[in-house]
């Protein structure tokens, strides 16, 4: 069963940048998306990568400012967040995404975008 | 963009009962690829129902999911405690993948 952890959450002002990262239990020769949860409301696709770091999906209030990427070696994925803003503040999970549906959910990692 | 709209927001059902929960959809879902998503309080999704009405690994056959084109239902026959919790709907026929709303079963 594959596992997925991430890290890198935390609290910074509007304007500011953070980089998550997902480490995976194995191997995984599948997409991976990241899919977000404001506090108290419902999901969000926020960005998907596929297995060979060659083809990324963006929501359009992401494009620009977030960069997905993976290394295969290291079994991670990463989302570079830029020019946080507080419509941001979410918990951040990390799915693999099979045919897109998402089948393995890391626990997430909480992002809050406050001034 | 599609836009899923589920109903009820919430579902009052007590403990053995069946639970229906829907999920409409703003234009046709193209080969039903449309998935079912449980979360409890304080925990992660996870994955009930892909194609419309195929069950993930581990899941209980007392979930079962129909529906085609723009409507499709998520039944719970037997509601046990531990199914008192949100349930999602999402689409994965084109970009950008959305979600409903979400509907809360409670007792």
């Known amino acids: 069963e594959l596992h997925l952890v991430e890290s890198g959450g935390g609290t910074v002002q509007p304007g500011e940048s953070l980089r998550l990262s997902c480490v995976a239990s194995?191997?995984?020769?599948?997409?991976v998306a990241w899919v977000r949860q404001a506090p108290g409301k419902g999901l969000e696709w926020v960005a998907s990568?596929?297995?060979?770091?060659?083809?990324?999906n963006y929501v359009d209030s992401v494009q620009g400012r977030f960069m997905v990427s993976r290394d295969k070696a290291a079994r991670s994925v990463y989302l570079q967040m830029n020019d946080l803003r507080v419509d941001d503040t979410a918990t951040y999970y990390c799915v693999r995404e099979r045919v897109g549906v998402y089948d393995s959910w890391g626990q997430g990692t909480q992002v809050i975008v406050a001034s | 963009e599609i836009v899923l709209t589920q109903s009820p927001d919430t579902l009052s059902v007590s403990p053995g009962e069946r639970a229906t929960l829907s999920c409409r959809a703003s234009q046709t879902i193209v080969n039903n690829y449309l998935a079912w998503y449980q979360q409890r309080p304080g925990q992660r999704p996870r994955l009930l129902i892909y194609?419309?009405?195929t069950r993930a690994t581990g899941i209980p056959d007392r979930f079962f999911g129909s529906g085609s084109g723009t409507d499709f239902t998520l039944t719970i026959n037997g509601l046990g405690p531990e199914d008192f919790a949100m349930y999602y709907c999402q689409h994965y026929t084109s970009l950008p993948r959305t979600f409903g709303q979400g509907t809360k079963v409670e007792i």
């Open positions: 990568i596929d297995q060979d770091d060659r083809e990324t």
């Open positions: 194995e191997p995984n020769y599948s997409w």
């Open positions: 194609a419309a009405t």
